[in-house]
């Protein structure tokens, strides 16, 4: 069984850090791309940042370019999001997305990992 499990959230003051982690287990994602979203209450699921199976190509959304950083250890099956310079408006749900299939389309979610930014 594929299972995602986000972790490294928490309650953060704004200006502040925190690092999520994704662990996967039931299948390596070495090969594909993987991702993080996030969903704040009252919003639609948006897209954070990707990174190809090297680690070599690496997007952002806009509004998290210069402050998050994605990354991923894949002998660990695992996947990370440094997130610096916290916002309030980076309050949200984050999840842990694999099993690329295209665009923005994933075949397994994370249950999600609760980050609020107090300002």
């Known amino acids: 069984q594929v299972q995602l499990v986000e972790s490294g959230g928490g309650l953060v003051q704004a200006g502040g850090s925190l690092r999520l982690s994704c662990a996967a287990s039931?299948?390596?994602?070495?090969?594909?791309?993987m991702g993080w979203f996030r969903q704040a209450p009252r919003k639609e699921r948006e897209l954070v940042s990707t990174?190809?199976?090297?680690?070599?190509?690496?997007d952002y959304a806009d509004f998290v370019k210069g402050r998050f950083t994605i990354s991923r250890n894949n002998a660990k099956n695992t996947l990370y999001l440094q997130m610096n310079s916290l916002k309030p408006e980076d309050t949200a749900v984050y999840y842990c997305?694999?099993?690329?299939?295209?665009?923005?389309?994933?075949?397994?979610w994370g249950q999600g990992t609760q980050v609020t930014v107090a300002s």
């Open positions: 039931g299948r390596t994602f070495s090969g594909d791309t």
């Open positions: 997305a694999a099993g690329h299939v295209g665009g923005d389309e994933y075949a397994y």
């Open positions: 990174i190809n199976w090297s680690g070599s190509r690496t």
